[in-house]
């Protein structure tokens, strides 16, 4: 599986960016994709997860009201739209995928947490500033 980030850029306090995901290869075998975001300095964050059968979704504490995850099952496309964006936002976002398994259970234990993923992308860039 193979994972291509796009759409990253650097916006003012308060702008929205859309950021995508595409999923290419052996994509039966995972279960959802997600967004994590490292800053500099600072270890990496959840930031939100969907799945691919049912479209549930989940997000990180910092991000919830302002961030929406959605998926295009038929372009194998996750993307992350970011509303309300402060200089805290800013961080390099990766997208990750995985099977968890084939299992509802363990997808839900396991989306929030980076060892759930096998599969990660390149890494897109996003920058907010003041």
């Known amino acids: 599986v193979q994972l291509q980030a796009s759409g990253g850029g650097s916006v003012q306090v308060g702008d929205s960016l859309r950021i995508s995901c595409a999923e290419s290869?052996?994509?039966?075998?995972?279960?959802?994709m997600g967004w994590f975001r490292q800053a500099p300095g600072k270890e990496r964050e959840f930031v939100a997860v969907i799945s691919w059968s049912d479209g549930s979704t989940h997000y990180g504490e910092s991000v919830k009201g302002r961030f929406t995850i959605s998926r295009d099952n038929a372009k194998r496309t996750v993307y992350l739209q970011m509303n309300n964006l402060k200089p805290e936002d800013t961080a390099v976002y990766y997208c990750?995928?995985?099977?968890?398994?084939?299992?509802?259970?363990?997808?839900?234990?396991?989306?929030?947490?980076?060892?759930?993923?096998?599969?990660w992308g390149q890494g897109t860039q996003v920058t907010v500033s003041s």
């Open positions: 290869g052996r994509t039966f075998s995972t279960y959802g």
């Open positions: 990750a995928s995985g099977s968890f398994g084939g299992s509802y259970y363990a997808f839900h234990q396991l989306r929030g947490f980076q060892r759930g993923y096998e599969y």
